[in-house]
């Protein structure tokens, strides 16, 4: 069965200081896998799509990277308007009408 | 902004009774989907609508129903409420061609 699982759950960071977000994946065939950032009380905002293994894409202080089976959304130097719950989708061949979600890593930046 | 609404923002209903949520996206986009998220989890599909037509659903029982109407708006109906219903419910729409989908703001149920 098809499985996103997202760690950690929850991160506290001090303003400035790096991380990444991991995102492990089990799809028969991955079509794409998303990132989202979304705040309180809001529907997701998209950040980035990976298509292949080996593709990277950067915004701001965010980028992203995939492998066959995860990926890691690097947050460089993070400000206080970064923290948000960042969740992880994909989109599998033989079912891409779907999109299984991960229950996402909440990020809290202190300044 | 992402160019998709959702009404009402927030709605309180009673257990058994049936409420209808609303949805509209952008031109274009003729791929309208639906989610449940339960706090602290991620949005599960509930089903997924093309061109009017029903093209995917996951594991939601059958008084989950949807509609998607020619001028981009689609609706959400779900039948004999449950106390495990309330949740916040997001649209999401796609343009042909694309990958990626947009989401709505949601509206949040809460069901008593």
């Known amino acids: 069965e098809d499985q996103v699982t997202q760690s950690p759950e929850a991160l506290r960071l001090q303003e400035g200081e790096s991380s990444s977000l991991n995102c492990s994946y089990t799809?028969?065939?991955?079509?794409?896998l998303f990132w989202y950032r979304q705040d309180p009380g809001k529907g997701p905002e998209f950040l980035f799509t990976l298509y292949s293994a080996g593709e990277e894409k950067e915004k701001e202080r965010l980028k992203a990277t995939l492998t066959k089976k995860e990926s890691f959304l690097h947050i460089t130097a993070p400000k206080p308007e970064d923290s948000a719950t960042y969740l992880c989708a994909v989109q599998a061949y033989d079912n891409f009408n779907k999109f299984y979600f991960g229950s996402g890593t909440k990020l809290n930046v202190k300044p | 902004e992402t160019g998709v609404t959702q009404s009402p923002t927030h709605l309180i209903k009673t257990r058994g009774q049936q409420v209808t949520l609303r949805c509209s996206s952008q031109s274009g986009h003729n791929t309208v989907s639906w989610y449940q998220q339960a706090l602290g989890q991620g949005p599960q599909f509930i089903f997924q609508y093309y061109r009017e037509e029903e093209n995917g659903r996951g594991n939601f029982p059958p008084r989950f129903s949807g509609l998607q109407f020619p001028n981009y708006s689609s609706e959400l109906n779900v039948n004999a409420l449950e106390l495990d219903d309330s949740a916040l419910y997001l649209c999401?729409?796609?343009?042909?061609?694309?990958?990626?989908?947009?989401f709505g703001p949601g509206t949040r149920l809460t069901v008593t």
């Open positions: 799809v028969s065939g991955l079509r794409g």
């Open positions: 999401a729409s796609k343009p042909t061609g694309s990958y990626e989908q947009y």
